[in-house]
Structure formats: C-alpha cells, structure tokens
C-alpha cells in the first residue's frame, strides 16, 4: 500500500507561483516514476509532469518553461513549482505512484 498527500494548492493571481507537495509513505521505493496530472470537470485527468528514477523530468506542451518537477528521494515527497500561472491552469492536481493517487489538491488562478 502507498498513500500520497497532496499540498500547496490555493488561489493565486495570472502570473503568480504555487509550490505543491506530495509527501509518500508505505510501500514505496524512491520518488521515480512519480508524476502530477491535472483534473478540470467534466474532462478526463492529464499528465502534467513527470520524474524519472534517474531524475529526467518530462511536462506537457502546455506548462513547459513554466513549470519544474522535483523530488527528495529521503523524503520520499515530489514537489511541483509552478510559475507564471495562468487562467487554464486552474484545476485539481493528483499526485500519482504507480497508479496510486491522492485526495488532490485545488488550484485556482484568477485571470
């Protein structure tokens, strides 16, 4: 078993930072392969980044050059900055370990 907690979301201004937190506990090894997936109503969930067990970092076209995934492999947490944020980046963001998920966490930029 694997449980992610999920943290830093909020309400931000266009061109504003969040930092969000996913801290994992259990049955874990290392923060590789661990990603972030965006959820909007109505729309299936989306991958926004992801991380490596070697630390290559992948990001949708959408949020490159914006935003940055990292990790603390003793902490076993995965962090997610996110700058100059946008309207269309407002959603519920997952954190995701082997198809372990979550309770998410609210983000909303006002435009």
């Known amino acids: 078993q694997v449980q992610l907690v999920e943290s830093g979301g909020g309400l931000v201004q266009a061109g504003g930072s969040l930092r969000l937190s996913c801290k994992a506990s259990g049955n874990i090894f290392g923060i590789g392969g661990m990603a972030w997936y965006r959820q909007v109503p109505g729309k299936q969930r989306d991958l926004v980044a992801r991380i490596s067990n070697v630390g290559v970092t992948t990001y949708s076209d959408s949020v490159k050059g914006r935003f940055s995934i990292s990790g603390d492999n003793a902490e076993n947490t995965v962090y997610l900055q996110m700058n100059s944020l946008k309207a269309e980046d407002t959603g519920i963001y997952y954190c995701?370990?082997?198809?372990?998920w979550g309770q998410g966490t609210q983000v909303t930029v006002s435009a």
């Open positions: 995701d370990y082997r198809n372990y």
